[in-house]
């Protein structure tokens, strides 16, 4: 497998997306600059999205959101697994089962 590559700065990105708006093709700045030509269309395609100018993808914000979410999700689901371990082995050492609903 190919190493990965670290992410290109930021502004790197900016500035490939406004020449190829600008009339420069991703052909020929692909050949000046090191990102592919397909790195650069995905650039200008979610730059667009970023934009409101395409709707056929999540924007960066909501891509961003969308991965906070699902890391919170996953430790949520930690905990809970971790929780519920914990309240079976206090059962366990005290001898009593606790019933699934609470009447206090």
Known sequence: MPKSHPPYPPELRRRLVDL??????PVELAEEYEPSEQCIRNWVKQADRDHGKRLDGLTTQEKEELARLRR???????????????????????GKIPSGSSNS
């Open 20 to 25: 190829v708006r600008a009339g420069r093709s």
């Open 72 to 94: 919170e999700n996953r430790n949520l689901r930690e905990e809970r697994a971790i929780l519920s371990k914990a309240a079976a082995w206090f059962a366990r050492e005290t």
